[in-house]
């Protein structure tokens, strides 16, 4: 079963940046949609960015757009989130999940259909 491992959450001020770190077995990297989603208390989870990693097409959401990156080392089978301008509103769990068999990220950013493989999430918090 194939694996994936977030890691570089942590505390910030307004203001800050993080990077999330997401390193994936090589059966859900390798031509495959992975995607950031959070988790805040008593939300519901919130697509926040993916990118299918044969090409690099990325997708954000409008909450996140200007402000984070998705990006991709093939040789790590890695998937980086860096953050910048961070606000109390982004503090939530970050899951990185992988969906297996499309050839594309496309459709909404919202939708965890498909994402069956999901990793541990780490924590990420703002204070203000």
């Known amino acids: 079963q194939g694996q994936l491992m977030e890691s570089g959450g942590g505390s910030v001020q307004a203001g800050g940046s993080l990077r999330l770190s997401c390193t994936a077995s090589?059966?859900?990297?390798?031509?495959?949609?992975l995607g950031w989603f959070r988790r805040a208390p008593g939300k519901a989870h919130e697509g926040v960015a993916k990118i299918y990693t044969a090409g690099g097409t990325t997708y954000y959401a409008d909450s996140v757009k200007g402000r984070f990156t998705i990006s991709q080392d093939n040789a790590e089978k890695t998937v980086f989130l860096q953050m910048n301008d961070l606000t109390p509103e982004d503090t939530a769990m970050y899951y990185c999940?992988?969906?297996?068999?499309?050839?594309?990220?496309?459709?909404?950013?919202?939708?965890?259909?498909?994402?069956?493989?999901w990793g541990q999430g780490t924590q990420v918090t703002v204070s203000s």
């Open positions: 090589r059966d859900l990297y390798d031509n495959n949609c």
């Open positions: 999940a992988a969906d297996k068999g499309r050839s594309s990220c496309s459709g909404s950013i919202q939708t965890v259909v498909g994402f069956a493989e």
